[in-house]
């Protein structure tokens, strides 16, 4: 069972936005939620993710998401454990991709008991593929996340044929610790982590 101990009320929360060379990691406004969309339904951009193939049509998935991210109709001030954040460009402040910090259960090959453990996720558009601003975006989150969180790692499950997203993770010093249990969706993803102490060695 996932640690009932970790409740998202009692997490710290993380200073927004968070500020790279390039780009900015925040909370959606309502209009960039629009704009995320488009990225989570591109079949390229999600290529490794499902394809881009929405259970929902435009117009519910944005009402949603706008209903969970920005329940006041602004963007929000403060972190949201396991909302979106949008990764935005700095100077242009266009919308490339967004991010995912999260406390939730990672089923792994050959074990039954499901551990909560803190995850990373990156989407960026295929547009800004090759320009190394998924690696910007997964080196500023997580030394915020270690920063603010006294976590012992930080996974991130990865398509085992997305060769870029594996060469990235190992250069932030992610290891690989597995693979994803058997599920609806094939190949089983790989399992990497970030410890700590890679993290400052990185």
């Known amino acids: 069972m996932i640690d009932s101990l970790v409740r ?12 790279g060379d390039r780009i900015l990691i925040q909370n959606p406004s309502p209009e960039e939620i629009s704009e ?18 929405l259970n929902s049509q435009r117009d519910e998935w944005i009402a949603k998401m706008t209903g969970h991210c920005c329940p006041s109709g602004l963007r929000e ?4 454990p396991n909302c979106p954040l949008a990764i935005a460009l700095k100077e242009s402040r266009a919308v490339i991709g ?45 030394s915020a996340a270690f920063a603010n969180y ?21 250069k932030l010093g992610f290891v690989k610790d597995g693979v994803q249990a058997s599920s609806e969706v094939e190949p089983r993803h790989l399992i990497y ?8 060695n990185a």
Not at 8 to 19: A, E, F, G, Q
Not at 36 to 53: A, C, F, R, V, W
Request: aromatic share 6%; hydrophobic share 35%; net charge neutral.
């Open 36 to 53: 995320l969309y488009e990225i989570e339904s591109d079949p390229k951009t999600k290529s490794h993710l499902g394809g881009g193939h």
């Open 77 to 80: 001030k403060s972190f949201r």
């Open 98 to 142: 967004r991010a995912k910090l999260q406390y939730a259960a990672l089923a792994r090959e050959n074990c039954t008991d499901l551990q909560g453990e803190w995850q990373l996720e990156v989407v960026i558009s295929a547009k800004f593929w090759g320009s190394k601003l998924g690696e910007e975006t997964a080196k500023c989150l997580s």
């Open 193 to 200: 982590k970030l410890t700590r102490q890679g993290h400052s």
């Open 8 to 19: 998202v009320s009692d997490m710290p929360t993380l200073k927004l936005p968070i500020v």
């Open 150 to 170: 006294e976590m012992p790692a930080l996974y991130a499950v990865v398509h085992p044929e997305n060769t870029a997203s594996m060469t990235m993770a190992q």
